[in-house]
């Protein structure tokens, strides 16, 4: 819902608008305050500090609308004021603007003009809201984002690239904290957490030193995705410091961290995927060759890195590794042999 003060001495000014804005009102688009002149208005304003837009006639008592419109910006810099004033006054019209009023209607108000110049303006009071928005979405973002990465992000190179939707050869590793539910239920929710930020912590620390993405957080599973020479090699690096750290953390009386591991390599599409009605896109990688290593880890043991016979033949002659026998696998039409990665 907008809100709107109209500061207008004549009074009748307040019945005409609610006749005629009904609808909006009853349907709760537009709320509407009124107040009688330039001090009156300020105090409204400071009852009413969520008032987006002001719609303000020029002369009234006491206080006049190009006084009270030098004031707003003290009040509140981001409302956005439309003038009203007589036809001929041109001259306090141009006063108006070069204050900062956002545009100006004249009387007798003609309530379509009126109606269109109010979702203009509403218009431009929502775009500066998802403007500051995304400014204090960067802010965050400066605190945990490393600064090189910012400025690539800001590069004709990186909207270039977050566009392109392509297939790409990668290895997909999913890492699941073994049996973390269980232990949600018993602790506290900050204790949860804690130990849950930690683990995550951990694990991105290993990806990263092998120059492994982040994928996405999956519960208490981590997506990695690793591009790039030497791909499925770098990935197990990174999923056997894993496990290697997580076994000598500490857990609770009732839960011992360890995790499950999937990974799998070979070709999968890279793109922005998600609702473009919801604002919220994932640039991610999807395709059978991620769905495989989803329910690899799932097939895995507690301490287990699980890979396909394909995935074997890539690293055997880097990694040792021993055959876990024929499984089925959700949509493989035949049983996949696994192997489990040892060092």
Do not use: W
């Not at 305050?33 to 105090?43: K, P, Q, T, Y």
């Not at 190009?66 to 004033?85: F, I, Q």
């Not at 004709?156 to 690239?161: A, I, K, V």
């Amino acid at each position: 819902m907008i809100k709107i003060l109209i500061v207008d001495d004549e009074t009748d000014l307040e019945i005409l608008i609610r006749q005629k804005f009904r609808k909006k009102i009853r349907e709760q688009q537009y709320e509407f305050v009124f107040a009688v002149n330039g001090n009156d208005a300020l105090r409204k304003l400071q009852e009413f500090p969520d008032v987006e837009i002001v719609l303000c006639d020029i002369n009234m008592p006491e206080m006049d609308g190009l006084t009270l419109l030098s004031k707003l910006s003290e009040v509140n810099p981001l409302v956005k004021t439309v003038m009203v004033s007589a036809y001929g006054d041109m001259e306090n019209i141009r006063k108006a603007m070069n204050r900062g009023a956002f545009d100006f209607v004249t009387k007798p108000v003609d309530f379509e003009d009126l109606e269109l110049t109010i979702e203009k303006t509403i218009q431009h009071v929502s775009l500066i809201r998802e403007t500051l928005k995304a400014i204090k979405e960067n802010n965050i973002l400066k605190m945990y984002v490393d600064e090189n990465v910012l400025n690539f992000m800001g590069s004709r190179e990186f909207e270039t690239s977050i566009m392109v939707n392509e297939t790409v050869e990668a290895t997909v590793a999913f890492i699941d904290i073994c049996s973390f539910t269980s232990i949600s239920e018993k602790e506290a929710p900050d204790t949860v957490v804690a130990m849950l930020n930690r683990y995550f912590d951990l694990m991105v620390a290993e990806i990263i030193a092998q120059e492994g993405i982040v994928d996405k957080f999956i519960g208490d599973c981590v997506m990695a995705v690793f591009k790039g020479p030497f791909h499925p090699d770098r990935a197990i690096d990174a999923c056997l410091a894993i496990r290697s750290k997580i076994e000598t953390l500490k857990g609770t009386a009732d839960f011992l961290p360890k995790v499950s591991i999937g990974i799998n390599s070979g070709e999968m599409i890279s793109g922005n995927i998600g609702s473009a009605t919801l604002r919220r896109l994932d640039y991610t990688v999807i395709g059978d060759t991620v769905n495989t290593a989803q329910r690899l880890q799932r097939v895995a043991a507690p301490n287990q890195i699980v890979i396909t016979q394909e995935g074997y033949e890539r690293v055997k002659q880097s990694f040792s590794c021993k055959s876990i026998g024929s499984v089925s696998l959700k949509n493989k039409a035949e049983e996949v042999m696994l192997h489990e990665v040892l060092n």
